[in-house]
Structures are given as structure tokens and as C-alpha cells.
């Protein structure tokens, strides 16, 4: 009888190891899809795929999507400075989506009958895989060896060693998640709610002390230079910029925020590109937009944050928010001059055609040209009525 075939979110790492012995002694050919959203280099790619042939995949794919990664979901959230709770870029969440748009379509085109992830009970991307294959993989079986067995690392590494297969598993202190956006860190002391994360923990160590001057071009809203260098692949732009500032250790924080599942979470990262990026950009934004697409653009881009964050991509919602953030960044074209010093940065100010300081109308502060001192009385007068009939009605008392 022939096997059926099966596609898995793998990684390489102990579970998703699991998964392929465990799936492969059950009757699948499982076919091994590592998802490159810029998270893996070469010696990863090979390591995985190594590991994927002795524990018995029928096939080992690197499906790269780091350009679709940015069409699709990252340039959103940079036209809408979307940063969780105010802190956090959004690194794992978002990508995980893309992951699972794009396994779907790859069990889709090699005709899989199942589709599988290696993800616990206890955390949010077992929401994210799930919906994402409940909505779009209509008639493939969705297999959850890790989550339905509730095994420990132990009892996995224990079934691999009694089929033979036996490696040195051990687990890291810190788990790390690299992506193109950004690189979460989690485990010991995101575990408290009062440790710091040291030195130590972060993936890209401090290298450079000597501060250095950046001008950034953005173009409607994409980052699409760096000093003299324009770049046609925006994905390149932002890997340039991350090899840059993350000499300096910048973009490093902590993030605390409300897991899908109702509880709280805590993990560190770093993204120096992508915090540089939104605040470069929301600052060229503040010259180049009116005081209601700012207003009105930042309501919608929290939304949007959070539909991503809580597995809510696939909502037609969501292709409406875009379109509204895509709208606004017609005019958002210029320059953004930053200046890069050990775990910080300073935006120095911007160069734009559009700036609206630029007004002949008057200078805040200084000069008024459009209008003359009976005007601005006039005004004032006729914006106070509101309080005055309302306290001249009420009488309120202090």
C-alpha cells in the first residue's frame, strides 16, 4: 500500500527531528520544508538537511520566501511603524504566517494528503499554523505529533536513540529565532519578569564603538537607499542595513506582551534594521503627511499589528488596512540622516521635496504670513465656544 504523503514545518532542531522518525514509522513519506524567511545560512541549510535524510525523509526543500516575506507582509509594517506594545518588530509573528502560506502551497503542488508542525500546546504559533492550514488546505490532515503526544525532550531523544539515531542534542541556554525582521531571543531569564538578558545572549555582539553617519533614502515609504548605494531589491536594502548597525548591538529590547492563548509572554531581541528603518521612517512621515493620515494611519496600523499577532492575516480586513497604508505613503519620498553610536541611534533630521515645514503660510513660532493678529483672535475666539457655553451653562467650581 502506498505511503501518503505528508509535508512538515521542519527546522532541523529536536522536534521537528521527532517528527520525521516518528511520521515516517506511522506510514508517511514525509517531505522535510525548511521556509527561508532570511533566517538561515548555509551551514544551517546543510546541517538541516543532513539531519532530515538520517532520520528518514522521503525529501528535504528550502522553500525561500524572503521576497514574497517582504511583498506580502513587511513593507505593511514598516508603512504603518507597527511595533507590538510599542516595542517589539514583530519578528517571529509575522513570518510565521508567510511560513504557513507557503507550505500549504507546497503540499498543494506536490499533492501532500497531510500537513504537519512541530509546535507545543503552550505557545501562539500553533494558532497561526493551524488557521492557516483549517482555511486554505481544505481536504489535507492537519498532524501535531509534538502537541498531541506532550512529550519531553527526553522521551523524544529516547524513541530517536531505540531506532538507532543518536546525536548530541543538547538544548542551548537561549532559544534563537533569526528571521529577516529581526531575531527573538528567549529562555532563562525572559522566563522572570525582573532579569535582564546579558551581553552574552544576544546573537550579534558589540563590535563598534566610533560613532558613523548614515543617510537613509526612502522612496513612498520603502527603504531603498543607503548613503550613495540605491537598491532595486528592497530585501537587499535591509540586509545592508542590519550588517551595518548590528556592529553597534542596536535594537536590542525585551518585549512583554498577551499571548494568544491568554497568557503573558516575555522574549528578547534584536533587529537593528528594523528599528532603525521604522523610526527613520516615522520621522520623514511626520514632515511629509497631514495631521489626520498620521492620526488616522496610526489607529489602523496598531489593528493591523495586532490581527498578525493574533493569526488574523488571512481576514479580508486586512487587505483593505493595507491598501488605506499603502495609499498614504505616496508622498512619504526623501532622505533621513541617522547617526549610529554603541546600542543607540539618533535621527538627525530629514530632506524631503514634500516636507510640509516648508509652508510660505508661517514659521511655528516665528512668523506668521497667511494671516494677521485680528485673524488669530478671531480664531481663538470662535474655537473656545465650546468651553465657554459649556461653563457658562454648568457654572462648574474647581
Keep these: 500500500m502506498k505511503n501518503k504523503k505528508l509535508v512538515l514545518a521542519y527546522s532541523g532542531g529536536l522536534d521537528t527531528s521527532y517528527a520525521v522518525r516518528y511520521l515516517s514509522d506511522k506510514g508517511y513519506d514525509v517531505h522535510a520544508a525548511m521556509v527561508d524567511t532570511g533566517g538561515f545560512d548555509e551551514e544551517d541549510i546543510l546541517e538541516a538537511k543532513e539531519k532530515a535524510r538520517i532520520m528518514g525523509a522521503a525529501s528535504f526543500r528550502v522553500l525561500d520566501v524572503q521576497q514574497a516575506y517582504y511583498d506580502q507582509c513587511i513593507r505593511y509594517l514598516v508603512y504603518g511603524n507597527v511595533l507590538r506594545n510599542n516595542t517589539y518588530p514583530m519578528s517571529v509573528s509575522a513570518e510565521r504566517m508567510i511560513q504557513a502560506l507557503t507550505l500549504v502551497k507546497f503540499a498543494k503542488d506536490i499533492n501532500a494528503e497531510a500537513i504537519a508542525h512541530g509546535s507545543t500546546a503552550a505557545g501562539n504559533d500553533q494558532v497561526r499554523f493551524d488557521l492557516v492550514f483549517s482555511a486554505l488546505a481544505e481536504g489535507i490532515e492537519i498532524i501535531t505529533p509534538i502537541r498531541d503526544q506532550n512529550l519531553s525532550r527526553e522521551e523524544e531523544m529516547d524513541y530517536l536513540i531505540k531506532h538507532g539515531i543518536e546525536m548530541d542534542w543538547s538544548k542551548a541556554k537561549y532559544s534563537i529565532n533569526k528571521g529577516l525582521w529581526g531575531t527573538s531571543v528567549g529562555g532563562a531569564e525572559t522566563l522572570t519578569s525582573d532579569q535582564a538578558l546579558p551581553e552574552e545572549a544576544y546573537p550579534s555582539p ?25 537598491y532595486i531589491n528592497k530585501v537587499e536594502a535591509i540586509k545592508q542595513l542590519q550588517s551595518i548597525a548590528q556592529d553597534y548591538a542596536i535594537g536590542r529590547d525585551i518585549h512583554v506582551g498577551d499571548t494568544i492563548i491568554g497568557i503573558k509572554g ?97 514659521q511655528y513660532g516665528e512668523t506668521n504670513k497667511a494671516w494677521d493678529a485680528d485673524d488669530a483672535k478671531g480664531f481663538i475666539k470662535i474655537y473656545g465656544n465650546q468651553d465657554i457655553i459649556y461653563h457658562q451653562l454648568h457654572k462648574t467650581k474647581k
Design 206 to 230: 558589540l563590535k563598534k564603538t566610533e560613532p558613523r553617519d548614515l543617510v537613509l533614502h526612502f522612496q513612498k515609504g520603502e527603504l531603498s537607499g543607503i548613503d550613495s548605494h540605491q
Design 266 to 362: 516575555r522574549v528578547g531581541f534584536e533587529a537593528a534594521a528594523p528599528i532603525l528603518i521604522i523610526k527613520a521612517h516615522h520621522l520623514l512621515e511626520k514632515h511629509t503627511l497631514s495631521k489626520w493620515q498620521l492620526h488616522w494611519k496610526d489607529q489602523l496600523a496598531n489593528w493591523y499589528g495586532m490581527m498578525i499577532h493574533e493569526a488574523k492575516f488571512l481576514d479580508p480586513v486586512m487587505r483593505d488596512i493595507e491598501a488605506y497604508l499603502e495609499s498614504s505613503q505616496e508622498t512619504v519620498t526623501g532622505t533621513v540622516n541617522v547617526r549610529l553610536h554603541p546600542y543607540r541611534f539618533e535621527l538627525q533630521g530629514i530632506t524631503s521635496e514634500n516636507d510640509l515645514m516648508q509652508s510660505k503660510a508661517g
